[in-house]
């Protein structure tokens, strides 16, 4: 069984910050990414962004280099650093943990955190 806890979620005026945290236990896989995604009132729920356990990073277009993602191998803890923030930032945030494999990848999904940008 796998948990994900999340935690620095909040509210935040246009052009502040946030960091977000995730720490995942219980029986890890190595072979994984560790990344956020998000859903807006109304909306498909996107990727964010996301690390390999070896460094590679993908991020959503829309970042454009405002958020960073980074992860401690050790303590199976991705972050999410969110600088910049804008209104169309707000939603939810979920923390995944992806087990890769050559057949099928298998999800596991914290259970969001709110991040609400106002203007």
């Known amino acids: 069984q796998v948990q994900l806890v999340e935690s620095g979620g909040g509210l935040v005026q246009a052009g502040g910050s946030l960091k977000l945290s995730c720490a995942a236990s219980g029986r890890i896989v190595s072979f994984n990414s560790m990344g956020w995604y998000r859903q807006a009132p109304g909306k498909q729920r996107e990727l964010v962004a996301s690390?390999?356990?070896?460094?590679?990073?993908n991020y959503g277009d829309f970042v454009k280099g405002r958020f960073t993602v980074s992860r401690d191998n050790a303590k199976n803890t991705v972050y999410l650093e969110m600088n910049s923030l804008k209104p169309e930032d707000t939603g939810v945030y979920y923390c995944n943990l992806k087990f890769l494999s050559r057949y099928s990848d298998l999800d596991y999904w914290g259970q969001g955190t709110q991040v609400t940008v106002s203007s």
């Open positions: 690390m390999t356990f070896v460094g590679t990073t």
